[in-house]
C-alpha cells in the first residue's frame, strides 16, 4: 500500500486554498480601483467622450474637441466599460476571498516562525 506523505498533501491543500482564495478576492480587487478611479463615462454615454465636456467623439476625424475645443490629446478620452465587466460582484465573495488568503498567509507564516 502506498504511504502519503502528509507534509506534501498539506502544501498542496494550502496552495489549494491561496488560489481559490485569490480567484474569489481578484475580481473584488479590480472594481474597488476601478471605483476609485473616478467615473469611467459622463452620465449614461455609451460613446467614448472628451474628459473635459463630455461631448461624443466617436468617428471624429481629428484631436480637437468640436464642444470645447480641446486637444484630445491632453484633456483625454473616456470610454466606457465593455458591457461584461459591468455586473455586480458579491462583496461577500471578496470578503471569503480575504479570510481565505489571510488564513493561508497565517498558516504559512506559524509554520516557518517555529
Not at 48 to 67: D, I, M, N
Request: some cysteine; aromatic content about 4%.
Amino acid at each position: 500500500m502506498m504511504e502519503i506523505d502528509h507534509s506534501i498533501a498539506g502544501m498542496i491543500l494550502l496552495a489549494l486554498v491561496l488560489v481559490l482564495g485569490l480567484a474569489l478576492l481578484l475580481p473584488g480587487l479590480v472594481r474597488l480601483c476601478r471605483w476609485m478611479a473616478g467615473p469611467t463615462v459622463h452620465g449614461d454615454a455609451p460613446d467614448p467622450c472628451c474628459a473635459h465636456c463630455g461631448y461624443s467623439v466617436r468617428k471624429l476625424g481629428s484631436f480637437t474637441c468640436p464642444e470645447c475645443g480641446n486637444d484630445l490629446r491632453q484633456v483625454g478620452v473616456i470610454r466606457p466599460l465593455p458591457p461584461a465587466s459591468q455586473g455586480n460582484y458579491p462583496p461577500v465573495l471578496t470578503a471569503m476571498g480575504l479570510v481565505l488568503v489571510l488564513l493561508t498567509v497565517l498558516v504559512v507564516v506559524r509554520n516557518f516562525s517555529g
